[in-house]
């Protein structure tokens, strides 16, 4: 009689509290349709296989579940230095119903046959409002972080994860950025990044169901006080068979800009653009002296 040889795969678990924990899940909004649930996720710690499959579920408290979403394969999730946040919107289900499950597969075989093999997970049975590593909101829309880059800064986006600010590591960009203490450089860069994030999220199709790109413009909408229905929908047309840049998107871009950078207040009420001023000012007056001196 034949024999069928089952490969088995050794399921490791995956760790959502305690020190350095493999992924976190907070709730970011919570309204009559259901919540807005935030993953941060990095499974380095472990040996998976690079092009394992990465697999995110709601349940509520009954053991309904939602249709699992996928996140990524492993190897997009491993790499250096980032950190990978994703958004979801999960309806019909409350805060205090949730459960959560993240498992890793590979793929194996079972009489000649490909099937999905479970190697790792982990079951998560609600948000824990009393944990400072599960209780995590999203305090800013543009996440910075440091990496070996070619230039001083650049904006990475993907759909449905939280656009990142690249700051060139080593040039201590980050921390005059985080610490806001040199409102030149902050200028500089937030308007050059904030433009580049409205024209990719105007004009790539792939961010018109992206919850980032919503989150971004319901911002925008609070602090123009214009209604994201009058919001320009694409940065560029065709004109006979041209791809031309919409003079209207771009003078739309140029004032949002200016309202969420220039006009930015500090805990003092001071507007960006008037501390940019002053600290150009002062760095003249020094450079002066200088070749007076």
């Keep these: 009689m034949s024999q069928t040889t089952l490969e088995v795969f050794e399921e490791k678990r995956i760790t959502y509290r305690g020190k350095n924990p493999d992924l976190n899940i907070a709730c970011t909004k919570e309204n009559e349709k259901g919540i807005q649930v935030e993953l941060t996720i990095n499974l380095s710690q472990h040996d998976f296989d690079k092009e394992c499959d990465v697999f995110f579920q709601t349940y509520d408290n009954r053991g309904a579940g939602t249709k699992p979403h996928k996140v990524g394969k492993v190897k997009e999730l491993n790499k250096e230095g980032e950190e990978n946040i994703f958004q979801y919107n999960i309806d019909n289900i409350t805060k205090d119903d949730a459960r959560f499950r993240v498992t890793v597969s590979k793929e194996g075989f079972l009489k000649d046959k490909k099937v999905k093999r479970l190697i790792g997970k982990a079951e998560i049975p609600g948000f824990d ?41 080593g040039c201590n960009i980050k921390h005059k950025l985080d610490s806001n203490s040199d409102p030149i450089q902050k200028t500089l860069i937030y308007t050059s990044a904030i433009r580049a994030l409205l024209e990719t999220y105007l004009t790539d199709y792939k961010y018109e169901d992206c919850l980032f790109k919503r989150d971004w413009f319901n911002l925008i909408s609070n602090k123009t006080g214009e209604s994201i229905e009058d919001f320009p929908t694409s940065y560029i047309s065709l004109e006979e068979d041209k791809t031309v840049i919409e003079k209207s998107c771009k003078n739309w871009i140029d004032q949002v800009t200016e309202t969420m950078v220039s006009n930015l207040l500090d805990v003092s009420g001071n507007k960006l653009i008037d501390k940019f001023k002053t600290a150009n000012f002062r760095k003249q007056e020094i450079s002066f002296s200088e070749e007076e001196g």
């Design 129 to 169: 409002d009393n944990d400072d590593t599960i209780n995590q909101k999203v305090n800013s829309l543009l996440h910075t972080k440091e990496m070996e880059i070619g230039t001083a800064f650049k904006v990475d986006m993907a759909p449905h994860r939280v656009p990142y600010l690249i700051l060139k590591k």
